[in-house]
């Protein structure tokens, strides 16, 4: 069963996960921080251990009651929003936040041999875009979602949250090299490879050639500078969305959930 403790000492080293500790310190002791009651559910069902659990007070009893039933003997930090505002640094919008031990990542090649849509994030650094993105790739018909090694992590907070907790559905992982080394990769698997950028030699987005591909992986940039060009080179194909009124394009999180929509399978 938890143990609920009053929060007493907003310095104490326990409590440290949910200060304004750097998340890339978090991720190398293997952590990573949970919000809102929904998506720690989520993560719990997908199977992350919990370490502890930060509560506001009047949670205890309401929206968390079912998540610390179920936690098992760990500690659960109690205090008012004013305190634990204070302590993290935020206002929490839903009262709870879990540290949470991080799970060994897939590999690669088994997520390339199990998968037929997979999305290539390329460094992506924004948090918010990266769980947009993985929202979209869980709910319209992606298998998984690979990331090079420039991209911010999809497990820190903002990320998660913005995912709603699909970081815990969907498999994912880092795929090692520079461009356009792993688009050689993807294309070596059997994956037609589609790159979404501003270019005058691109098809449209319900072109057959990659709407009917067996295996397809769409692959995505940065805000602002987009794909690398060696890799927008080494793709089978650059798509784009039609555009009205003059629009040049939507960001990479608007974008990725037209994408998916029209090219994943339902």
């Known amino acids: 069963m938890a143990e609920i403790r009053e929060i007493t000492d907003l310095g104490a080293p326990e409590l440290r996960p949910y200060t304004n500790t750097s998340e890339l310190s978090l991720l190398r002791e293997g952590i990573f921080v949970a919000e809102s009651p929904k998506v720690i559910r989520t993560a719990l069902d997908s199977g992350y251990e919990p370490v502890s659990l930060l509560a506001e007070d009047k949670y205890i009893t309401g929206q968390a009651a079912d998540i610390i039933s179920r936690v098992g003997n760990i500690p659960v930090y109690r205090g008012s929003s004013a305190t634990l505002t ?149 793709c089978s194909y650059t798509i784009k969305i039609p555009m009205s009124h003059g629009v040049d394009s939507l960001n990479v999180a608007a974008a990725s959930a037209v994408a998916f929509w029209q090219l994943g399978r339902h």
């Open 86 to 234: 204070e302590l993290t640094g935020f206002r929490l919008t839903q009262g709870l936040l879990a540290a949470m031990k991080r799970r060994e990542l897939p590999d690669t090649d088994d997520i390339l041999q199990t998968s037929d849509r997979i999305a290539l994030l390329e460094n992506i650094m924004n948090q918010t875009n990266t769980g947009a993105v993985f929202r979209s790739a869980a709910a319209l018909g992606f298998d998984a979602v690979l990331l090079t090694e420039g991209c911010s992590d999809p497990l820190f907070r903002r990320s998660v949250r913005v995912s709603m907790g699909t970081v815990f559905q969907i498999p994912w992982s880092y795929i090692s090299g520079s461009s356009p080394d792993y688009i050689t990769k993807l294309r070596k698997a059997g994956f037609v490879t589609a790159a979404m950028a501003l270019r005058s030699d691109t098809v449209s987005i319900a072109d057959a050639r990659v709407t009917g591909a067996e295996k397809l992986a769409v692959v995505l940039g940065t805000e602002g500078d987009g794909l690398l060009s060696s890799t927008i080179e080494a």
